[in-house]
């Protein structure tokens, strides 16, 4: 248990609600139609295009489904170019219709525990992709007035945690970045200076994984949401 007023900073997607589930579901009903379309791609090959495709789109659009459907035009263009793609960029439309459409549930326990944190603590929020996208989910979760402040950033790096410590005067070590992956939440933070915790989600995105000090001074791993009730 950490006593007095702190500051719980929150990542959002795969730490209040399932975000990635849904582009694993998208990519994979990809895959199924592009390996039927009889194109002559193998699925070692697909993959490999489809994760450079991303990547290269990330650097140019930021993250986010509009920019994950355009990495999946992309690779259509680069597997199936000319009338062979015609229907797969159809399919692809379909894809990220549906992709754009579908709630993002809140994971076990999110909503109460949010509730009981935010009459001890202040709580903040920071996410990165697209912001109309991210602010839209937020606002339908019902959970933006859990947050004193909201930012939507394209990365987030060690520089983003150091401006908003300074933006905020916040004191480190009773200020704590919350979230599921080690490469934007917890690794970032910690070399800002702040404390965090680890909430470990078993389909967090692969570009998300990246090695943790699980013996830092300043690391707290929990299992599941509902578990920061116990300690703050
Ligand atoms: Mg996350």
Redesign the pocket.
């Known amino acids: 248990m950490v006593n007095g007023r702190l500051n719980l900073i929150f990542?959002?997607?795969?730490?209040l609600w399932d975000s990635n589930p849904h582009f694993l579901a998208a990519e994979e009903a990809f895959a199924n139609a592009m390996l039927g379309a009889a194109i002559g791609c193998t699925q070692a090959r697909l993959k490999e295009t489809i994760h450079r495709r991303e990547i290269e789109v990330i650097r140019r659009l930021g993250y986010g489904r509009g920019p994950f459907v355009a990495a999946l035009h992309e690779t259509v263009d680069e597997l199936a170019p000319g009338s062979a793609g015609k229907p797969l960029h159809a399919r692809v439309e379909a894809i990220g219709r549906h992709l754009a459409s579908r709630p993002c549930p809140l994971l076990p326990g999110v909503e109460a525990t949010l509730a009981e944190l935010s009459r001890r603590h202040r709580l903040m929020l920071l996410t990165k992709g697209q912001p109309d996208e991210q602010l839209a989910k937020l606002e339908a979760s019902g959970l933006r007035p859990r947050f004193s402040r909201v930012d939507v950033v394209a990365e987030k790096d060690t520089e983003v945690y150091r401006r908003l410590i300074a933006q905020e005067l916040l004191e480190c070590r009773r200020t704590f970045m919350i979230?599921?992956?080690p490469r934007s939440?917890i690794n970032p933070a910690l070399r800002a200076g702040l404390c965090a915790v680890y909430i470990p989600y078993a389909k967090t995105w692969q570009l998300?994984h990246e090695e943790l000090d699980l013996g830092h001074e300043r690391l707290i791993v929990v299992e599941g949401f509902s578990q920061l009730r116990t300690i703050f």
């Open positions: 990542d959002a997607d795969d730490t979230g599921n992956s939440d998300e």
